[in-house]
């Protein structure tokens, strides 16, 4: 007979990966800048179990989702993209800061907490109507994945999720992507 984790067995695992994924982030005070507590996820990539362990979380979401293009967000969104883009056999679309893509490319601006920054993606990077889900390390404000989702809808695809590691909730980025179905797995 072949041994079965019960739904409660399954939900205890589930929880005691997000635990381990959790305390294995780093805190660094003052970076980039004073007062920004930055949330950093190199002991996490850095460690097999738990960089797998995060791609099998977003993979599990959407195995059967019928995900065409996977969405990444530069820089570090890149690196759960392109792993998990492999996983659910969807391409990999890269959407980066203004000025780096080589072909056409359509442009959003956004604000940041001083001044403004601009994200691009290639004109032909989806056809009509592909479901597209978005991916990145950490939602703060939400600024940068609602430009990214103006990006998309410009070129043509369809969100279906916007999905990141970590959310820091008390930055409310929720509120800016009211309309999408947002999924982060770790809340500080
Ligand atoms: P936001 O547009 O405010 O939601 O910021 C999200 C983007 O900024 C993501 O690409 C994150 O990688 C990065 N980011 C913002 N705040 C932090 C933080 N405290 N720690 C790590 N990355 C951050």
New binding site residues.
């Given amino acids: 007979m072949i041994a079965r984790f019960t739904p409660d067995a399954w939900r205890e695992r589930r929880r005691a990966v997000l635990e381990k994924i959790k305390s294995a982030i780093r805190d ?1 005070p003052d ?1 980039p800048k004073p007062g ?6 190199a002991p996490v990539l850095g460690d097999p179990v738990l960089f797998s362990a995060v791609i099998d979380i977003f993979a599990d979401r959407h195995r059967d989702a019928g995900i065409d293009k996977i969405a990444a ?5 890149f690196i759960f993209g392109g792993a998990l883009s492999d996983r659910l056999g969807a391409g990999f679309v890269p959407i980066r800061k203004k000025g780096k893509l080589p072909y056409k490319t359509f442009e959003q601006s ?1 604000d ?2 001083y001044g403004s920054a601009e994200l691009a993606v290639h004109q032909d990077a989806f056809k009509p109507g592909e479901r597209v889900l978005v991916i ?12 990214c989702a103006k990006l998309i809808g410009k070129a043509g695809g369809e969100v279906v999720e916007m999905d ?1 590691l ?1 959310e ?1 909730s008390f ?1 409310k ?1 929720r509120d ?1 992507l009211k309309g999408f179905s947002v999924f982060a797995p770790i809340v500080f």
């Avoid at 920004?36 to 996820?41: E, G, P, S």
């Avoid at 990145?136 to 430009?147: P, R, V």
């Fill in positions: 660094v970076f920004i507590v930055f949330k950093d996820i967000i530069d820089a570090r969104g956004y940041l907490e990145d390390d950490l939602l703060a404000t939400g600024g940068t994945a609602e430009a990141f970590i820091l930055l980025g800016k």
